[in-house]
């Protein structure tokens, strides 16, 4: 850490300038400026290598932003802000200069909360509770805001661009996916240098995935229960998600693999190259919709120390409350313009500065609040659709909240994607062979047209998936009943019990080998329905290496081996049958069509681009498809009828492709199309039987089983 020698003298203060916002070095110096429309002063506080801090009056304001320069001050300099003003709750204020605050605009944070009272702008404990300040100094309990010096090599990086058509997303957490790799330092493990490293990489691209999605990198910190020396720090529990933010700009720093100050954002910067040079893009989950903060019982640590009206959604009949849309404690409000203003500079950031290739908004219905109520055209959309930078990178919504209104599956605007929830039921539904699933299993496996398609959207706006972060992995999914929760503490209270699961006949880990067979062929029955559905596909990392949480839905606090993937004990089988999958996924455009499917061709009545049957070969009709106990039907793919063209305007042909959904507990055999030679390309009853031929006018599908059946247009002459 470099000793800057920090006067008050005169001269040694400039007024600088209220733009950009942040700490902006630019070679010679320093700028700082921050945002508060209610603060009586402002002072920046700068800290040497003792602790000792310094207090500088920023000079000037201009309009609600305070500002100054710092001639000779540069990277390295670490440095909070102490906000004077009115603190009355009541009335939404809660200003306090005893309180060190975050700069919100920081691109590196040193350092972690110390939990205690000192960081609580209330007494706690006090009968008043928020009503009654305190007057604690909280700077030896605050992490320190870093100058960062913005210089980076970057080479001939270039972004990957991969179409959303192309895209196979891959959602992954830093620290546990590398945490245990043996072939990694011990140093370098569960650190943006691992996942940018070479064996990492080689997963990556062997396994054939497009994109990583990472689980937030945004500076987050510990919930103060998990710090407390209650139960769950007993317990070892911690904040591990990361959905608890406190920093847009800053990269976490617990992910650096060194403790120099800024070293995370050169780190994760060296990470996105070598991902980009390997063909891979790189999407933020990020998580504007609220902050680490909490209630109005919660820490003061940044926004709330410095405009606390402004940055959050409060109650319009009692202000010292929050409105809560995302069940976390508050909201954060957009409809600010310089809240909204520091979603989109942080957006912008990511993508200039750190290369970036798109984000996926966690509870995305949040940012079209207005007033408490959704609007489907709000101020963040009409800015994200009108920006230069934010609006030509991947933009993936998670499509709902926990207030009125907060399920928008299928309504958000035309150039996002969305997380697409119904897929995700529709499809576990029908593979535990639940009743009246069918006709809903074929408008999701086409690209879910009954939600995107009457909007002019594409098949991709669907973000397929059968697991994600939050739940059960996918050998969980056929291995539990109900979920396991109970090594949070939490008396298996948390997490949800609406999992959709069948354990196959045994609850959890078995030796039973019938058992062990069904479990084996739902996974694959799963994974190859969302590989190649319509729209675009995405994997949980270790979910092809069969990883197991032990049936814990809900392992947000799991920092340890719970969470993190077993590469020693990975299902080598099921990996090459994942990689087999994407790959057939990359070879066939049938498999990501950019249009959707039209069914018969009016002008040609014998042509169709989608066929479905029922197994005796028979076209499924209306009164097949609302027969409730009906669970089987296969769908024929006409490899010559692929909506649209290439990138150079040709039209767009492939082979045919019969694809076979059988979700009734018993074998059935299936006519298949006649006038074409048929091999396997895909049964997840037996894997070794891809590429053998199949003889007959029929082929034979175990139950609870999927085929995929290939006919070359080559071979066939077509």
Known sequence: MRTWTITTQPGTVWPGRPTPLGATFDGEGTNFSVFSSVADAVSLCVFDEQGTETRIELPERTGDCWHCYLPGIGPGLRYGYRVAGEYAPDQGLRCNPTKLLMDPYARALAGAIRWGPTVYGYRRGDPAEDLSRSDDDSAGAMPRSIVVDPTF???????????????????????????????????????????????????????????????????????????????????????????NTIGYFAPHNEYASTGDAGQQVREFKQMVRNLHAAGLEVILDVVYNHTAEGDRLGPTLAFRGFDNRAYYHLSPADPRSYEDFTGTGNSLNVGNPFVLQLVMDSLRYWVEEMHVDGFRFDLATVLARAWGQVERVSAFFDMVQQDPVVSRVKLIAEPWDVGPGG???????????????????????????????????????????????????????????????????????????????????????????????????????????????????????????????QGVPMLVAGDELGRTQQGNNNAYCQDNSISWLDWEHMDRDLLAFVCGLIELRREHPTFRRRGWFHGRDTRAPEVEDVRWCRPDGVEMTSADWQTGYAKSAAAFLDGRRIAGTDVHGQPVTDDDFFVVFNAYWEPETFIIPEGRIWTRAVDSADDRNSGALVAGPGVDVQGRSMVVLRASRKEAGG
């Open 407 to 533: 399920y928008q599956v299928g309504n958000f605007p035309a150039q996002w994607s969305e997380w697409n929830g119904r897929y995700r039921d529709t499809v576990r539904d029908y593979w535990r062979s639940q009743d009246g699933r069918l006709g809903e299993l074929a408008n999701r496996f086409t690209g879910s047209p009954d939600l995107y398609e009457r909007s002019g959207r594409r098949p991709f706006a669907s973000v397929n998936f059968v697991t994600a972060h939050d739940g059960f992995t996918l050998r969980d999914l056929v291995s539990y009943d109900v979920k396991h929760n109970e090594a949070n503490g939490e008396g298996n209270r948390d997490g949800t019990d609406d999992n959709r699961s069948w354990n196959c006949g045994v609850e959890g880990p078995t030796d039973d080998p019938d058992v062990n067979a069904l479990r084996g062929r739902q996974v694959r029955n799963f994974l190859a329905t969302v590989l190649l559905s």
């Open 153 to 243: 090599d970057w080479g001939d990086d270039s972004r990957p661009e991969t179409p959303l058509d192309e895209t196979v997303v891959y959602e992954l957490h830093v620290k546990g996916f590398t945490r245990q790799r043996s072939d990694l330092g011990a140093q370098r493990r569960g650190t943006y240098a691992a996942l940018g490293s070479e064996p990492v990489i080689d997963h990556l691209r062997r396994l054939g995935v497009t994109a990583v999605e990472l689980l937030p990198v945004h500076q987050f910190v510990q919930d103060d229960r998990f710090t407390q020396g209650d139960r769950p720090q007993a317990l070892g529990l911690r904040n591990y998600w990361g959905y």
